[in-house]
């Protein structure tokens, strides 16, 4: 977009330059929250439009309100899916077996990570998911899931311990099962 020196910046302009600025972050958290990359990348379309819908009020915090928004995108498909578990396509838990094989050992990582971060009750994994992959101070936490700060600060405590638990669990069980392509 072209701005007139001097000008100052529109409303597109603005949501423009945030939306450059914020959506990888956003749409890693989403990944994290939702099943697969395609409907994390939905889900991270339509909080990006509900943002600029009240641009007005979010453009004093706009990551901020748009990771609030994110947050209640994905708590909508949660109970979507809640309430109608035969749609097709869409599954709650991986399996070891469908979990594909990557070439570098970061990606399995990460893989495992998501995987493992799933299986956490949705307050924990929202918290460590702001805390720890959006950077986000507790008060933003609190503020952005609409929970009481000493929630964040249980909630991350508690996700850790299980986290912990889990990844140690997979691992070793992977050492056992682990089949490289060929």
Known sequence: MRRVLGAPPSRETEFTDFVEAASARLLRAAVVLLD????????????????YRRWDRARQAPEAYSRTVLVNVCRERWRYRARHPEVK???????????VLSFTEAVDRRHVLVRVL??????????????????AS??????????????????????LDQLRILLSAEYEDKKVRRVHPR
């Open 89 to 99: 396509g869409v599954t709650t838990d991986a399996s070891p077996q469908s979990v």
């Open 118 to 135: 799933r299986r956490l009750p949705a307050v924990q994994r929202e918290v460590l998911v702001f805390r720890y992959m959006l950077d």
């Open 138 to 159: 507790v008060a933003d936490t609190a503020a952005a899931l609409d929970i009481a700060e000493g929630t964040v600060k249980s909630a991350a405590s508690r996700g």
């Open 36 to 51: 697969t990359r395609e409907e994390a990348e939905d889900a991270l379309q339509l909080a990006l439009l509900r943002t």
